[in-house]
């Protein structure tokens, strides 16, 4: 079995800066890529930042040069530094890890509430 949870949420005020963790445990052969995904009310789940095992990175455009994704793969952990952050950030945060057991399969946290108040 394989547990994703996330911490680090919270409520701050706009250009104020939060950091989030998640850590995969469990049964893992193989972290492939680890990311956060956002999901405002009313709105649909969207990606927030992912990044491979690797390291390589991919951002939304509307948080590209505010947020920082960085991973410890020793860790099974990865982590969002969020800066000058703004109200519309205000969503509840999961954490994704594919994990490859065969074929890659996703695993969700149960999610974190950023809110941002302006």
């Known amino acids: 079995q394989v547990q994703v949870v996330e911490s680090g949420g919270g409520l701050v005020q706009a250009g104020g800066s939060l950091r989030l963790s998640c850590a995969a445990s469990?049964?893992?052969?193989?972290?492939?890529?680890m990311g956060w995904y956002r999901q405002a009310p009313g709105k649909q789940r969207e990606l927030v930042a992912v990044i491979s095992s690797g390291g390589s990175t991919n951002y939304a455009d509307s948080v590209k040069g505010r947020f920082s994704i960085s991973r410890d793969n020793a860790k099974n952990t990865v982590y969002l530094q969020m800066n000058s952050l703004k109200p519309e950030d205000t969503a509840v945060y999961y954490c994704?890890?594919?994990?490859?057991?065969?074929?890659?399969?996703?695993?969700w946290g149960q999610g974190t509430q950023v809110t941002v108040s302006s």
């Open positions: 994704n890890a594919r994990i490859w057991a065969l074929k890659d399969v996703d695993y």
């Open positions: 469990g049964s893992i052969y193989r972290i492939n890529t």
